[in-house]
């Protein structure tokens, strides 16, 4: 069957892209989709792993792959980041700007709110937002010199739209120890949010489209009553598995979305609704 021109339009081959966190629950399936569809890539996570992910990409797709370490809190390890990429590539067509911080203090981070503290506060922002902000901005910068254009995605989440269902976390449990979602993840992911629609205004005129992928909950170890709660607050009645993030990455990094930017994806089996 002949490929028509429609079908041609989501193809990534000859672009290149720069995914953020890959090495976490949604990264390395938002790689493997954009290799799939052709793009090459480059791997960046602050955790080792980032060039074996890289070279494993590279032998199954057939793209070109690096791996990068990167700190996404540092402007110095971002920009070093973004001059490699592009030594390495001649330029970026897309980013995927997808890091996020886990706290090295789980009994900090999931503390009420009339207990927590600003150290934690500013450690979750120092990734959720600011990293957001000064890889989008590197980045971002040299699709501007280079005169192309290219697609910012920013992942964000339902909590950056929404408030959490306290119910939901009634016996509910994450890896084995009570979760709830802290009122930092909220306000940092609506950050990211406001912060795409800026840059899809700001970057209109050099024909840089940003937009953001806001997942609902995704299946990663959570237990049963969890699973159970949540699923009954979904219109599908179940919750996401990571591989169904990739479509929405695809189209907001393709052609196909030629008309699309400072749109928020909410890619939540239907959660908004209710």
């Not at 021109?5 to 193809?11: D, G, I, L, N, V």
């Not at 339902?158 to 408030?163: A, L, R, T, V, W």
């Not at 959490?164 to 509910?172: A, F, K, L, Q």
């Not at 699923?231 to 907001?252: C, D, H, K, T, Y």
């Amino acid at each position: 069957m002949n490929r028509g021109p429609f079908q041609a339009k989501f193809s990534l081959s000859g672009k290149v892209s720069v995914v953020t966190g890959t090495l976490g629950i949604l990264g390395r399936q938002f790689c493997a989709g954009l290799a799939e569809f052709g793009s090459d890539l480059a791997v960046v996570d602050i955790k080792p792993g980032s060039a074996e992910l890289a070279k494993s990409l590279a032998s199954e797709f057939g793209v070109r792959a690096m791996g990068i370490d990167c700190d996404v809190r540092s402007p110095e390890s971002v920009r070093q980041m973004t001059r490699a990429v592009t030594d390495q590539f001649g330029r970026i067509d897309v980013l995927l700007n997808n890091a996020a911080g886990k706290s090295d203090d789980l009994d900090a981070f999931f503390a009420p709110f009339e207990e927590y503290s600003l150290d934690q506060w500013r450690q979750i922002m120092a990734v959720n937002l600011d990293g957001m902000f000064l890889v989008a901005q590197a980045v971002g910068r040299g699709m501007v010199e280079r005169g192309q254009g290219g697609s910012i995605i920013q992942t964000a989440s339902i909590y950056g739209e929404m408030g959490p269902d306290r119910r939901i976390y009634e016996g509910s449990n994450y890896l084995g120890r009570p979760i709830n979602t802290p009122a930092v993840y909220c306000a940092s992911k609506a950050g990211v949010i406001g912060l795409t629609k800026y840059l899809a205004t700001y970057w209109a005129a050099q024909k840089i489209r940003v937009n953001t992928i806001s997942p609902g909950g995704v299946e990663s170890g959570q237990n049963e009553v969890f699973k159970q709660r949540y699923s009954a607050r979904v219109p599908l009645g179940r919750m996401a598995q990571a591989n169904e993030m990739v479509g929405a990455a695809i189209f907001l990094a393709s052609d196909a979305s030629s008309y699309v930017t400072g749109h928020n994806l909410l890619v939540d089996g239907g959660l908004h609704c209710w």
